[in-house]
């Protein structure tokens, strides 16, 4: 059974940095893309960023030149760096990975809180 388990989350004042992690583990298929997404309040998740097996890169507007992805692929985990955290950065964080076959899975999330 295929699981992402993430970590990393926290709270951190406004200007700060965090970096999360995320493992995937349970499948022998090739992850063609692995990435981040965030769901605030009242808010849908949006894509943050992702990053192909092809080494191309995704980021949403909102976070260039403050986070960046990138990917291990020998321990198929990937890390989002995140700087100059804002307030409105604040939201549960979800990992995801597609596999070859079309097979998409998240994890469970991992809440950040950017705050003074």
């Known amino acids: 059974q295929v699981q992402l388990v993430e970590s990393g989350g926290g709270l951190v004042q406004p200007g700060g940095s965090l970096r999360l992690s995320c493992a995937a583990s349970g499948s022998r298929l090739s992850i063609m893309a692995m990435g981040w997404y965030r769901q605030a309040p009242g808010k849908e998740r949006e894509l943050v960023a992702r990053?192909?097996?092809?080494?191309?890169?995704d980021y949403a507007d909102s976070v260039k030149g403050r986070f960046t992805v990138s990917r291990d692929n020998a321990l198929n985990t990937v890390y989002l760096q995140m700087n100059s955290l804002k307030p409105e950065d604040t939201a549960v964080y979800y990992c995801?990975?597609?596999?070859?076959?079309?097979?998409?899975?998240w994890g469970k999330g991992t809440l950040v809180t950017v705050s003074s």
């Open positions: 990053i192909f097996s092809s080494s191309a890169i």
């Open positions: 995801n990975a597609l596999f070859s076959l079309g097979s998409n899975y």
